[in-house]
Structure formats: structure tokens, C-alpha cells
């Protein structure tokens, strides 16, 4: 459904300066799919989305939608945002204050003046419902909550039924109660509608709940593409690991090198670990290894260091519970061990108390060496 090609995009700065925003992109979403540009302020994420929108004109590259050339920078291909059968939500959702919520939803179809007056009224109400206002047209729009201003501007996206769906941080003005309610009702509104969705966010919670696949944007670039769960449980660099969730780094030497299954062993300060090596890693000495918190099993220490006899997968090292934060379904630890204060999260019936001797406990599956 959408294809971009080798986008790239440089900005000119009033003090003579450039910034690649957008730097030799790629990537290939299929009909009916949601897929997720994920990064930090300036990576380049919303400078792409508005590539796809025709908001910006790239330098080269091309992007095509279905079988549409939107733009094609080798052949002077530029068609405006208007043409391009898109529906976009922004960041502020730019709801009309003068209109109500009808006339907000109606009003792409009449700019357009493709459609009759009898299906207008057809089509809105129809997109009205589809994001559950139905009945809510002749209210005032200023007078809907934020949740329902957000489905307001899906509706009016919507409404002329567009190839192709994008959401700029569509989200972001809502408390984190209400994001997490719009979270389910985002996902299950896109799945039913099938419509396929490009998303914008710097929140990796929702590119992880949201998304069929993400890419990770840094500096212009695409450092990481793939589902949720790859780039989760196996980022390839630290940057990937850092910004997707929270992770612990241990600096280390490899002493056992990574056989055929990309397994092996690191010593560090806090004992000797056996993970599984990045591709990126698997030729090098020095490495660290990434263990989210959530991943490390904590108990009473029972006298072990290193690997385990019972099973040489699962690593064993000693520390004592330096801080408790109870943050009602778990409980954040912070442990020091080896020199280093390592973070866990327990589920919220463990208590350990403040300077507790424990072991955590590791499965090789769950640590990752990558490039120091």
C-alpha cells in the first residue's frame, strides 16, 4: 500500500547550517497494516509523515501509495497533499470552535465538492459512527471531552475514506488515563475500518501496543525495523535498548564466544553471564549485556555466583536491595551489585527490605551482549 524509497530530506538553517531530517529512509507497509515511526524530538519522524502527506517536498527519493507516484524526486513528481487520498490526524487534532461536530466531519466533503448533498449526510453520520458518536453531530464540538475531540478528528480523517490513514502523536494531549483507553479504542477502530496506518509517536508504549510493526528513527535514519516483540526483546544496538523501555547494562569481556545458537559467556564486575550475542557483537572482546528488569527473578541469596548447576542457562548473581518503590501491580527494586545498581521488577506480594542479601536469577534467552 505505501512505498518509500531512499527518502531524504535536508533542511537549511538561517545561520548557513544543514540538518539531514530525513536521511536515505526505506520501508514498505502492507494494506491493512499499522506501522509505527518511533523516535526522540528531531529524529525525523514527523518530517517522513509529512513527506507521505505532501505537507513537505523531500530532495529525492520517491513514495508511492497503492500504485500511485506521490513523488518521485528523479523524475520531478510532486502530487499535492490534496490528491493524494490520505486522511491525517494532528497533534492538536485542529478541531473547528465554530462549527459543531456534524459540519466538523462534513467539512472535507465540502471543500472537495465531489459529493452530493443526500450522501453527505450519509457518509458523516456513518463516520460518526464508526468512532462512536453517533448522535453527537449537532453538538458543539467545543463542547466534547478530549477523548471524544480525538475521535472527532478520526471521523473527520475518515469520513473520505481514504487509502491511507496518518496520526501524528495523536494522543499526546490526553491525561494517561484516557491514553491508555484510547490505545484499545485506536487499535480496534483500525483493525475493523482495515484501513492501513502510518503513526508518529515518542511513546514507546504505544508503538509496542499499537503497532504490526515499528521502525526506530534516530538522527534521520531507520536504525531498527521489525514487530514489537523483536525490537523489544532483541534491539541491535544501545540506543534501541535505552529508548524501547528500560534496560540494565553490564560492561563485560566475552569468555566463552557465541557457538551456532548465538549463545556464550560475558564476565563482568557482578559475575560471569551467559546471554545471547547480538550479530553485531558476535565478533567482538569487549561487549555489554542488556537485562530488562522485568526479566530477573529475585529471591534470597542462597550462596551462588555465576552460573547455576542446575540448569547453565539461567545466571546467578548476588547484590543487596538498595531502594523499594511500590508502583501498585509491581515493585521496583534497585539492587547493587558488583559496583553497579541494577533495577527489577517483582510482582507486588515479594517484599524484600532494604538491605536484603538476594540473588537474581537470569535466563540466557533474556540477556543480550551488545557492541560496547
Known amino acids: 500500500m505505501l512505498r518509500v524509497n531512499d527518502l531524504q530530506k535536508t533542511f537549511h538553517l538561517a545561520d548557513g547550517g544543514t540538518v539531514q531530517a530525513i536521511n536515505h529512509v526505506s520501508f514498505h507497509v502492507p494494506k491493512g497494516k499499522f506501522f509505527t515511526l518511533l523516535g526522540p524530538s528531531g529524529c525525523g519522524k514527523t518530517t517522513t509523515l509529512r513527506a507521505i502527506a505532501g505537507l513537505e517536498r523531500p530532495d529525492s527519493g520517491a513514495i508511492t501509495i497503492g500504485t500511485m507516484p506521490v513523488f518521485d524526486g528523479s523524475r520531478s513528481v510532486f502530487v499535492p497533499a490534496n490528491k493524494r487520498q490520505i486522511g491525517m490526524v494532528f497533534q492538536s487534532y485542529a478541531i473547528w470552535p465554530h462549527m459543531n461536530v456534524f459540519e466538523n466531519v462534513a467539512f472535507p466533503l465540502r471543500v472537495s465538492r465531489s459529493v452530493a448533498r443526500a450522501d453527505l449526510k450519509r457518509k458523516v453520520e456513518a463516520a460518526l459512527e464508526t468512532v462512536q458518536l453517533g448522535g453527537y453531530g449537532p453538538r458543539p464540538a467545543t463542547k466534547l471531552s478530549g477523548g471524544q475531540q480525538q475521535r472527532l478528528a478520526l471521523a473527520r480523517a475518515l469520513v473520505v475514506e481514504p487509502d491511507l490513514l496518518l496520526l501524528d502523536e495523536p494522543l499526546s494531549n490526553l491525561d494517561a488515563k484516557l491514553r ?12 475493523d475500518v482495515g484501513i492501513t496506518t502510518i503513526f508518529v509517536t515518542h511513546d514507546q508504549s504505544e508503538a509496542l501496543a499499537l503497532s504490526d510493526e515499528v521502525a526506530v528513527m534516530d538522527g534521520g535514519r531507520i536504525v531498527q525495523m521489525g514487530d514489537p516483540e523483536s525490537v523489544y526483546n532483541r534491539p541491535t544496538s544501545r540506543f534501541v535498548a535505552t529508548f524501547i523501555g528500560s534496560t540494565n547494562f553490564l560492561a563485560g569481556r566475552v569468555v566463552t564466544p557465541p557457538g551456532g545458537d548465538s549463545q556464550g ?12 550475542f547480538a550479530e553485531s557483537a558476535r565478533k567482538l572482546n569487549d561487549v555489554i549485556v542488556s537485562i530488562r528488569p522485568e526479566s530477573i527473578i529475585l529471591s534470597g541469596a542462597n550462596g551462588a555466583n555465576g552460573h547455576t548447576g542446575q540448569d547453565e542457562r539461567i545466571s546467578a548473581l548476588r547484590g543487596s536491595v538498595a531502594e523499594r518503590l511500590f508502583v501498585g501491580e509491581m515493585i521496583d527494586y534497585v539492587v547493587n551489585s558488583g559496583g553497579a545498581e541494577l533495577r527489577v521488577r517483582s510482582n507486588p506480594h515479594q517484599m524484600l527490605a532494604l538491605g536484603d542479601t538476594v540473588e537474581l536469577r537470569v535466563r540466557s534467552e533474556h540477556c543480550l551482549a551488545l557492541p560496547a
Open 180 to 191: 491508555e483507553t484510547m490505545r484499545i479504542e485506536l487499535r480496534r477502530l483500525q483493525r
Open 265 to 276: 559467556a560475558v564476565e563482568t564486575p557482578q559475575g560471569i553471564i551467559r546471554c545471547t
